[in-house]
């Protein structure tokens, strides 16, 4: 079955619904999908050649401002999901924003939605800091149109 991506080009990852997920109402708990998000967005920052050792390295690093996340519907233990992300802003100077989109391929639902807005610190001491050159170029290029 094709998966019916919110945008071109995705970076997925895959998920697979584990036991220590689901809260007390037999679903993957939102904390999760929270958890699933960071995992695909430090993936696809790997993938960019952007790792934290690199981070380190410019002592710099793009920490969450803000989350937006729609749950749309449940997952369940066991299930096998894809999670996808786009950049879709990077001004080149303190924010990125990235997309989300999580599907069960099993029956091509859409479970999750999701925005998140990043700004870029100084490692050492929390402060905002402009995005290194290497940043803005390598997420720069990353960048999909809405």
Not at 36 to 43: F, G, I, L, M, P
Not at 73 to 78: K, L, N, R, T, W
Not at 81 to 104: E, H, N, P, S
Request: with cysteine; hydrophobic share 40%.
């Amino acid at each position: 079955m094709s998966l019916d991506w919110d945008l071109p080009t995705p970076f997925v990852i895959d998920i697979e619904v584990d036991a220590t997920d689901i809260d007390e109402y037999a679903h993957a708990n939102n904390t999760a999908y929270l958890r699933w998000v960071e995992r695909v967005s430090w993936a696809h920052s790997e993938c960019l050649g952007l790792d934290l050792d690199r981070y380190r390295a410019l002592d710099r690093a793009m920490a969450v401002h803000r989350h937006e996340l729609d749950y749309l519907a449940p997952a369940f233990e066991g299930e096998r999901l894809k999670l996808a992300t786009w950049i879709v802003g990077c001004d080149g100077r303190l924010t990125l924003t990235r997309r989300f989109q999580l599907i069960r391929p099993a029956d091509g639902r859409t479970l999750l939605r999701a925005r998140t807005r990043f700004a870029c610190i100084e490692l050492s001491t929390g402060r905002p800091r402009r995005l290194p050159a290497e940043y803005a170029a390598t997420y720069g290029d990353a960048l999909v149109a809405e």
